[in-house]
């Protein structure tokens, strides 16, 4: 599994590692938010700075966990985007509209806190 879960203050981070790809890692992703929904937990960050690639199934994975958290109350924040990733969010006009990148866990925190 490429990813795994910790509790920062009032957020669960997924640390993503390696590859990202929505039509192998997007089941068990889905499943886990799922999982944090059930237990009150709807504030997340997705921590990018160990992904090497993401494929546009991963990117459709990373908008349904933020219609997912959102309809749930809380939020989808994304941090520490490497270039190669962050590209592909420019190129498909959703860093900005849809998405924040935020350089650090901390500030996607300190931006949950705020919304």
Partial sequence: MPFKTREEYNAVVFQ???????????????????????????????DLSKADFMDSSGIGTLIGALTTMRTAGGDLKLACMKDRIKNLFVLTRLLGPIFTDYDTVEEAVAALAKS
């Fill in 16 to 46: 993503i590692t390696g590859k990202f790809l929505g039509s192998i890692e997007g089941a068990a992703f889905k499943d886990r938010l799922e999982e944090l929904k059930a237990e009150g937990k709807t504030n997340v960050i997705v």
